[in-house]
T-cell receptor, first 112, second 115 residues
């Protein structure tokens, strides 16, 4: 049972434009969400997180939006750069000390 | 600060064999989690160890087991290997003691191929 879903396996965006990666979840107990970026032959790298008490969190070019009523979060990258080309995973957790549930990933390609 | 290290990086085994993978967490981190990554399945959670005790467990058969040592290093063992066990096995560490949810830091993974 996939509690965190990323329905777009891949996304292509022109350099300089906005990249929007989406993630849906089913468990209403999730209260902490994270995005990871993964390059080939490397482990995932933490990118940005958001707590359920917020609906937006920004860090430089990266912004995560959380819509709790829709059980949906998105990652916006503006402007997109070729170095952003990677697989992006969203993850969710219900409370401290509990496991993280990961989505299946979205492969982002930023075209120069 | 050194990152999470995993050994070996690559491994080839045959069906029926067993394998042991090792993970050394970031210094000071007491929690170690293991994940299996296969194409189209994302990261599937195997288990988490905290202070030598299994704290969380995913939905994997008993052939998958783990342990954690007093220095927080962890090992994962897979017995009676099957072709479907071919995957990238990732280890992640976190402090595990924060009152807030703390993010995990991943190692580079061990690529296991079962022939």
């Amino acid at each position: 049972d996939q509690q965190v879903k990323q329905n777009s396996p891949s996304l292509s965006v022109q350099e300089g434009r906005i990249s929007i990666l989406n993630c849906d979840y089913t468990n209403s107990m999730f209260d902490y969400f994270l995005w990871y970026k993964k390059y080939p032959a490397e482990g995932p790298t933490f990118l940005i997180s958001i707590s359920s008490i917020k609906d937006k969190n920004e860090d430089g070019r990266f912004t995560v939006f959380l819509n709790k009523s829709a059980k949906h979060l998105s990652l916006h990258i503006v402007p997109s750069q070729p170095g952003d080309s990677a697989v992006y995973f969203c993850a969710a957790s219900a409370g401290t000390g509990n496991q993280f549930y990961f989505g299946t990933g979205t492969s982002l390609t930023v075209i120069p | 600060k050194a990152g999470v290290t995993q050994t070996p990086r690559y491994l080839i085994k045959t069906r029926g064999q067993q394998v042991t993978l090792s993970c050394s967490p970031i210094s000071g981190h007491r929690s170690v989690s293991w994940y299996q990554q296969t194409p189209g399945q994302g990261l599937q959670f195997l288990f988490e160890y905290f202070s030598e005790t299994q704290r969380n467990k995913g939905n994997f058969p008993g052939r998958f087991s783990g342990r954690q040592f007093s220095n927080s290093r962890s090992e994962m063992n897979v017995s009676t290997l099957e072709l479907g066990d071919s995957a990238l096995y990732l280890c992640a560490s976190r402090t595990g003691t924060s009152a807030l949810v703390d993010e995990q830091f991943f190692g580079p993974g061990t690529r296991l191929t079962v022939l």
